[in-house]
């Protein structure tokens, strides 16, 4: 009577218990030939193969897994020990593709040592391949300008795959078309020069408002508590994370904009938003100490999001998708806050923010009016429940 899969696996196992290494691989051949497409039986009989010292029918076995399952990381990984064994200059490569699979979680200690060799491995490698793109770019990168530059350094580590593409993901509109950019061209946005030469003033009358008798702190993060709150539970309604708005959903609030004239004066010189209940926004930005801003991502893509800095400790730092900057005073930047993003301040002080939001400069004029119409549609939708 031929035996099933079932008694084939587990006299396999049960000689592989006792260090009957020849019977165990025996049983599996058997098997691997009657369930092709279980890789797990392809596993075992490429270890029972490789403690016989037997690497070519090792690297049989590992590739009848690969086929049954090309994604699995202990397949890809004992192929890659088994290149590295034979001297093979693939390895290098095959322990890259390997660790790209890496589960989350801690590994059984003979995994765990054998990722650690191919962790060691593939550093070596990206720092070969680094080098060799550095090579291969540098006449090229001395003619771009920074921006350029940024770029390049970006594609370099994406090729590496040290950094990963993000994507816009608007939590409600999203316009199709639009450049996916993390931080953006200062060359697009004439108007930084001169928002930047007026921070000193700009940071005076923040510190006049936020002293002011009747002027209005209140929490970033305001949600009803039958929300789903999800990232902004711990922030919800906490003055850990507090904005001074000047400007809030289109409406100047008064109480604190009669304190800043010359910044609201300014403020109508940026190419903003004007969409009833939505936009413009400006406010000041008040992260208190050891409180970090979880990832998180924007309303709508048609928009982009500036930052001024205006008080920021040593340390403070600032991610949108795969690039981080640290915030320096006076230094303003441009992102897309549809791009996962988030923010801390790990030191003892208080970091504050001008935040502005303007135009995306990809939409035209036709475009811009025919956003507002949609979204102002939408606004007044949801106000009357329509």
């Not at 009957?20 to 092709?36: C, G, H, I, K």
């Not at 990381?73 to 192929?79: E, K």
């Not at 990722?115 to 291969?136: F, I, K």
Request: with cysteine; net charge negative; glycine share 4%.
């Amino acid at each position: 009577m031929e035996a099933t899969a079932a008694t084939l696996a587990r006299d396999a196992d049960a000689a592989a218990a006792v260090g009957d290494a020849p019977r165990a691989r025996a049983l599996l051949e058997r098997l691997v030939a009657m369930m092709p497409a279980d890789n797990t039986h392809w596993l075992k009989l490429a270890g029972m193969c490789r403690a016989m010292g037997d690497s070519e029918a090792a690297m049989r076995a590992v590739r009848g897994a690969l086929a049954a399952a090309p994604l699995d990381f202990t397949a890809l990984l004992l192929h890659a020990s088994l290149l590295d064994r034979a001297g093979d200059p693939e390895a290098d490569m095959a322990f890259d593709r390997a660790l790209a699979q890496r589960p989350s979680g801690a590994l059984p200690p003979p995994m765990a040592a054998m990722a650690q060799h191919a962790e060691s491995r593939r550093q070596a490698y990206l720092d070969r391949r680094g080098v060799r793109l550095l090579q291969a770019t540098a006449s090229v990168e001395a003619r771009l300008d920074p921006d350029e530059r940024r770029r390049l350094a970006r594609f370099r580590s994406n090729v590496l795959r040290q950094t990963r593409p993000y994507h816009s993901e608007p939590t409600h509109f999203h316009y199709p078309g639009l450049v996916e950019r993390e931080f953006h061209d200062r060359q697009d946005f004439p108007w930084l020069a001169a928002l930047e030469a007026a921070t000193e003033a700009i940071r005076e009358e923040f510190q006049a408002v936020a002293t002011a008798e009747r002027a209005q702190l209140v929490p970033y993060i305001q949600y009803a508590d039958h929300e789903p709150l999800q990232q902004w539970r711990a922030l919800n309604h906490n003055r850990d994370w507090t904005a001074i708005h000047l400007i809030q959903n289109g409406e100047v609030i008064d109480a604190n904009a009669r304190h800043c004239p010359r910044t609201v004066n300014l403020l109508r010189t940026l190419p903003q938003p004007h969409i009833a209940g939505c936009s413009p926004n400006a406010m000041f930005s008040l992260l208190a100490p050891k409180v970090t801003i979880p990832p998180h991502t924007g309303v709508a893509n048609t928009r982009l999001v500036c930052h001024l800095p205006l008080i920021v400790p040593d340390g403070c730092w600032f991610r949108v998708g795969a690039e981080t900057r640290e915030w320096h005073v006076g230094q303003a930047f441009v992102f897309d806050d549809t791009i996962e993003h988030e923010a801390c301040n790990p030191t003892d002080q208080l970091r504050v923010v001008l935040i502005v939001d303007v135009w995306h400069p990809g939409l035209r004029s036709g475009e811009r009016h025919a956003v507002q119409s949609v979204m102002e549609a939408e606004v007044i939708g949801a106000t009357r429940g329509l």
